[in-house]
């Protein structure tokens, strides 16, 4: 089983990065994903979450209206849009695969929001 996560980095507030977890060893259309965030010194924290069809979805408060999550069942692969990016969103994000089954954690991307 791989969660490998791309497209981090820095960005300046206010710009977008588009993170993508590519899944492996697994039957991907069958789990629910979703992103996750841990910024230094705090506890991991829900993001943002699609269900294993990709016909629903949920959002911290925090992101809702700035991050799109979308996932493509063909290329097993799950995304996060991020736009309108503010420093408190500089974390390392990690994706999850979760069924009743049990869950996958990918290792994780860095994203910092700074100018």
């Known amino acids: 089983v791989r969660l490998v996560e791309s497209g981090g980095g820095l960005v300046q507030p206010g710009g977008s990065l588009r993170l993508s977890c590519a899944a492996s060893?697994?039957?991907?259309?069958?789990?629910?994903m979703s992103w996750h965030r841990q910024a230094p010194g705090k506890e991991r924290e829900f993001v943002a979450l699609?269900?294993?069809?990709?016909?629903?979805?949920s959002y911290a408060e925090s992101v809702k209206g700035r991050f799109t999550i979308s996932r493509d069942n063909a290329k097993n692969t799950v995304f996060l849009q991020m736009n309108g990016l503010k420093p408190e969103d500089t974390a390392v994000y990690s994706c999850?695969?979760?069924?009743?089954?049990?869950?996958?954690w990918g290792q994780g991307i860095q994203v910092t929001v700074s100018s």
């Open positions: 060893g697994f039957t991907f259309s069958s789990y629910a």
């Open positions: 699609i269900s294993s069809t990709g016909d629903s979805t």
């Open positions: 999850k695969a979760a069924r009743y089954t049990g869950n996958y």
